[in-house]
Each structure stands twice: as C-alpha cells, then as structure tokens.
C-alpha cells in the first residue's frame, strides 16, 4: 500500500557573468609578478603593518594604503600549517574539477605579518611538517594572474638539517 | 538591559535530510513555520514581522525571501526583511530578530532560517564567498581552510586524530536522541570515525559536516506578550557578535579570536564569570569534531590546548558538567542558512526542558553560538528570566 | 517612540563604471569621510550594519569583502540583504534598544560588475516565472501598461517624470546623470518593453553611501541639526505577478500608512516638505504618488500636470534626480535617506528646498514594488 509519489524536479542552468574590479594595488602586484618575478605586499604607513596579498585598507588603523606603500617581499617563507586535499573541487580557473590530491601551504612570506595560503608540491602528508621552508615556483612564460605562481616547493636541502 | 526583554514562544524545525526531494522550498519551509505557528499557538495574521535567512547563491534564487515569504511565511502585507551572512545567517537571523523587539518596533517576530542546498550548488556557492583575485582561483571550498586550522591546532597542542573523532563519536550518538538530527549514529564507534577516507590531512570524512536540507522557525515576542502566550518561554540573556579581517589568512586562526572576543563581551554582559559552572548546556557551531576541541577553548570553557582534555575528561559529555551539543551540532545537521538558527533553537528548548530523550536536568542557562564567513562569531545566552546572572 | 538620529551622511559621486575601484575601496572612500567630516575613529562606532546583494556583487556572503573597509574588525557587523532603507531600519533597531550608542550604516552597488538583466531576472521563481525571461524591464512594462491603461495615463505623463528628475540631477553633485532631457527625448527613445523606452528606465550606477545613527543622548556631540525618525512602515505585496494588483501599489500604500500614523501625518502634502522615493521606471513615480495618499487613485498624471511635484511645488519629490538619474543597486534606499538627511539639515545646497522640516523616503525591495519602507524624518 502507499505507491511511492512520483518526485518531480526541474533542472536549470544560468550562466552569470562578472567582471570584477581589481584595484589599482592588485594591476600593479601582477605587473611585478610577470615583468620582474617580484612579489609585493602594501605596507600600512600608520602601524607599518606588512599585508600580503596588497590592499588597500589597513584594517586595524582604517587608514588607506597606495601603490606608494607597496614593498617587495621575499619569495621564500616558513609553513605553518598544511593540508592534502583529497577531494574533487571545481577549478575556478577552468570550470573543471581540479585533479587531486593536492597540497596546500599556509605561511608568511619573508618580511610580511600575514599569512597567505597556497598550493605546495607534496601530496603526502607524513613529508609535510610546519616548520618547513617553501619558495614560490615561477612559470616562465608569466601572463599577470595568480597561476604564475603555480605552487611553492618546499625547500628540502635546507629543512632537511 | 535592552529596552524590550525578549522571549522565544515558539519553535518550529523540519527533519533534516540530505535531500527533500518530496517538497520544494516553500512547502519545507512551511513545515517548520506551521510547527512554530502552532506552538505558539499564534495565527498567521498576528504574526507582527518576518525574517529570513538564506544564501541565495546556494539556490540560485536572488531575493529569496520575497518568494518564500509569501508563499511559506505570513508574509503578505507584512514586513518581510532577509538576513543573509554565511555560516552565521541563522544566529545573525536569530540576533536581528532580537533587535526588533528589544528596540519595542514590533510585539512579535518570526525568524526563519532555510537552505535547499542540495538543489543547487552549494560548494561552488561556498567558493564566491572568497575573494576572485586573490583566493578563489586556489581555494577549495570551506574544507581547506579548516583543515589547516586544524593540522595547525594539532601541531601546537599535540592534540591527535582519536581526541577529535571522540567529538564525533559524542555528537553524532546525542543526535540519535535528537528526532530532527540529519545524520543520527547511535552506535558509531571511534574505529569508525578513524577508518573514513581522508578528506583533507587531517580531517576524515567523519570529521567533517554534512550538507542538509530543512528549516527552523522560531517566534520571538516581548515581556507583554509572551504573557498571553506561554507560560514556559526561553529569555534571551544577551547577545554578541564578534568580525574580523575580510582575508581569513590575515591571522593564523586555529584558536578563533573572533569567539574568544565574543564570549568575553557576552559573559561581562549576562554577569558569567565561570561559564563551566554558570552554563548548563552550550549548543557550539563545530563544522569539524577539530573546532569543537580548539572552540571550547576560545569560549572559556578550557585553557589554550586543553579542549582535548576537556572531552577526556567527560566535563563536555551529557552526563558531564557543562554539555555540549545535546542535539548532536552541526557534525550531525548542517543546513547552511538555518544552522545556527538550530543552535539557538536546540538551546532554548533545554532551557523550556522540551528536550525529551536529549534534555539535560535542570537547565537554567544556556549558551548558542553561530559561526561563519571569515571566521565569525555570534553567540546567545537565554535562561528562565531576562536578568543577567549577576 | 523613543528618538533615533542620523547626524551625517556621505554618498561618493555616482558612475557608470568605477572600475578602477574594488568594492571595497568604494566603500572605504564614504566610511573615510564620515569619519572624516563627524571627527570620529573607528573605535566610536558601535557597530555596522550594510546593505549588499549576493547576486549583485557576484559574491557569497558579500559583505564579507568590505569588513576592513567599514573597521568591523572585532566588532559586530551584520548585512541585511535587500535595499539599503531596510538597513537604515535595523541600524536604527539597535540604537532604540539601547544597546549600542552609535551605529554606521553602509550600503553600496556596483552595477558594473554584473549583468543586471540576468540578475533580475534570478528574482524569478524557476516553476512558473524564470523562464519567461521575466526582468526588471519586462515586468515594468507589463505594470506599465496596465496601470495606464486603466487610468488613462499618457506617455506624455510618464515623459514628466523623467524629465523633472533628470533636470533636478544637475543640481546634484553626485548624481551619475546630470544632463536634461526633453520630453520629445523620451519619447523618441528606443522601445525596450512597450509602452515604456529606453529613457523611462533608470541608469547603471556605481557608487556608495554611509551614515552614522546614535541616540538622544548623544546626537548633539556631532551635529546641531539631528535628523530625527518619526514613523517607520513596511510591507510586502505578493510575489507572483498575477497575483499583483498591477495598477496599484498596495504594498507602498500601507506601508505609508503605518508610517503616516506613527508620525501623526494627517495630510500628507501638507505636512510633508519632501520627499525621496525609488522610482524604478517612469510610470512607477505617478503609482507612487498615489499610494503615498499625494493624490486619488488614477490621478498621478493630473498631479504631475499641476506641476506639485516639482522643486517649486507643493510636494518636490526627488530634488536629488532620484533612481532615474542614479541607480546604485541595492544603495539606492539609503541614498534616498541621506538626501532627506541633507535637505532637513540644510545643507543640499542648490537642490535644497527651503524651509525643509519633515521629509519621507520610499526604499524598495525586489520587483515592482514588492517590498516596501516608508520611513519619515524630521529635524528639531
């Protein structure tokens, strides 16, 4: 008794495009990064707080940060935290699913006082531990996006002591 | 003290699942708005005002609540407001709602949190929370970040894997006293938490939430006329929200600064000064069995590095001194825009003692808490009167 | 009803497309200067409540992009997704409670950024409405023709109301359109959903605007001209189109009223020296005036006509050029109060009606107006 009630669904699929401001800080962090493999943070001219990514609030002071107060930053840092995702996620760059498993970092560049997470290559996580010193991995044919950096590489000679 | 104290009459919550595929939004979310209605034992017109919280990406519907307020809620020809922030909605929902009748502009309010999200799609909803520069194109979802606050929280503390699948092994057994709990496991065992696939080193598929569909309704009113309606009402003590920088990695936040402030400017408001002996339930937002260990910290209930041996020690059990997430938490039950609203709900029916097989004896004061976005805080406390403790 | 003042308001010049600006730099920039022209830090801000649209901003959880921009940090901050007048309301709920002693409201849109069409046309249910292609231009159409129809409005009717806001922009420095149109202009525009056209519709803007909100106690620290709230209503009218009454705005009419009674308004002309309200197209401003009691149903074209809404007349409404001269998403609300805000404390400069004690905005909600907030202001 009780036939199961047909459920009925409709599917539906939108596409909504954006076209997103970046700022004046960000267009001048990608020139860096493709013209000169440099990577900069914006440094709060009131507290001398060094914020990676570059932007252009200071937080703690509500002051405003220009492409003026943008320093150079090391690309090299120290891990203090990591994770292997092993699960499929969308690729926002692609549309398509991501292959994983993959690493992901969580660290402060050299000379900046927040921290920045990024893909790290190592996708097994007995080889991880914080402490660990990573640099960034450049393309050579960089086109001025956050894929110029691929992924920072732990750098074993020198953990390894 | 506010100038209206305010007082939740009426609750109302449908049985989480995975997907309701035998209703569409209206009709779930009606479920629980009945349910609320009914147990205050109000009609639909003397509702005063309606709010709703809801991500609309998650659905994709934009201004959600102008369907649902009319097709679900009483609202036609009444105010229809949405509160919509991530993971705190149902507690920032669950706060404005407050607000309305603490500041004496309406007499009653219905406060209803909902999400769908298995009808559309939630994980790429979640990934245009994050900034499109600089964070989504390496982001994975909400699960990435806190599997680093949690691979950090470990490290520092030596806090192992088994610690925190006891987190789930509590929370997803008190769910099974729980008749709307999504995922109820009376018999988990630990093996099984420490068997499941490793999602993201170090959290295991049983470490992690699940995504639920339903909706919770709750009605508030103030001194007046919660009189003329119940004589068992939940009062809320006093509320507090605590935000933080808008990239989540400007601090390294395994220890949530953010609930750590919270309960602060909370605990000096409502007068607590030892919130193990003063609170007698808490229902916390852990989206992993690792945030529970590290948040009780944050909240006061232990020392840095001590949540660990909080939950050894049995204090956060039902039979222990402070328990926490009778209903089972959001490891059990996690519909995005009515979550937090549930933690609200779960605490007020301990203080009303309505909690049947998860009731905890003599609940005088309880704790709720919502958490989300770049890692936010909100957090109640209600009790039998309105009064601080002190 | 115990008192709530606005004692500043800062708005940034309105655009088409500021896209040299993040959302949160556009922000900062009016957070910047209240702070700025209030002689405030941060730490006098009680907390914040903002205005944002997931959908318009292309983000989940949108207000998460401008929590350093408002100082939230550490601090509470909550959005109220829909209009920005509905933002003004919850801000003005925490000061009555009396628990906070200032609060900043802040609201933004950024048009630019997002297809507005596929936007709108989300709002739509996907059972019955979305796949009609249903937006906020067809559905304005479809109100349009129906209301004037039964009334016998002109396009002629509809043409004034553009024309009037348009001209009023001039005197607006932060209006996005400030040139003049003709009604032959209007007229003679392209037909986008008949009967109305191209320049019965409102601009793309992008811009932003903040107020701080405070208590009795503390209003005359920053200002000797507070703008005090008096009535406050609000109300919904049902989501289907066909279950509206097209031709007119019940929603509005009993929101007014509410607002009306909370603030002793028996005749509104009269009592009221002006107002701001959301015109989302032409037609849409002569429904309004109707709903707001200005005039009897149907007559919004006689009282366009007689000339009472201009800035000479005996109701002006939109000194500012209103929606149709700058249409900032979900700001536009909260960019009516600071108008009303500037004109009672004297200080809308060439667009200032002299005299002006006791104002009203109109901020609405989804389609048509189907969320409405009435909400009306009043100096010492």
Redesign the interface.
Known sequence: MGKK?K?F??K?K???????????L?VKYFEELKENKKIMGSKCPKCGKV?M?P??????C?V?MTVNDMVELSSRGTL????????P??D??TGGM?PFPYG?G?FKLDGAD??????VDETD?TK?K?GQRVEAVFKEKREG???DIPYFKIIRDESEE | MPKHDVAVVGIGQTKFRSKRRDVNIPEMIYEAVKMALDDAQMEPKDVDAILIGNMDHFEGINFSEMWCGIDATPGYLKPVVKIATGGTTGSSLGICGYYNIASGIYKNVLVVGWEKLNEGGATTGIITAFDPVWERPSLAGALGPLALMANIYAAKYGITSEQAAKVTVKNRSNAANNPFAHLQMPNITLEYVMNSQMISYPLRLHDCCPQSEGACALIYANEEETKKITDNPAWFKGVSTAHYYTFGTDDIMYDLPTATIASKKIYKKVGIQDPIKELDVAEIYEPTSWSELSWTEALGFAEQGGGGKLLDEGITQMSGELPVNPSGGVLSTNPIGATALVRFAEAVIQVMGRGGKRQVPDVETALGMGFGGSLWTELAIFGKDPNPLR | MDKVAIVGCTQTKYEAEKIDLTISELVFEVVKKLHNELGIINDDVGCVITSSNDFNDGRTIANMAVQDAVGSVRKSESRVSGDGAFAYVYGAMRILSGEYDTVMVVSHGKCSEGNQFLINNSIFDPFYQRHLGLDQISSAGLMANIYMTKYGISEEHAAQVVVKNRKNAINNPFAHLQKEVSISDVLNSPMLAYPLKELDFPPYSDGAVAMLLTNEQNAKKYTDTPVWLRGYGSCTDAYYLGHRTMTDLIGLEFAAKEAYKMAEIKNPVKDLDVAEVFEAFSTHELMIYEALGFCGKGEGGKFIDNGETQMSGSIPINPSGGVLSSNVGMANGLVRVAEVVLQIMDRAEKRQISDAKTGLVYGMNGICSQGNCVLIFGGE
Not at chain 1, 80 to 87: K, P
Not at chain 1, 114 to 119: A, G, L, Q, R, S
């Open positions: 009630e459920e669904q409709i539906w939108t596409d909504l495009p954006y076209k997103y401001s970046i700022g004046k960000a914020h990514p932007r252009a609030v200071c937080a703690d509500l405003e203090d935290g990591f994770t292997v995702v092993n699960y996620f969308i926002p760059t991501r992901y969580i927040t921290y920045m997470m990024h893909f996580h991880f914080i996006n956050l894929g």
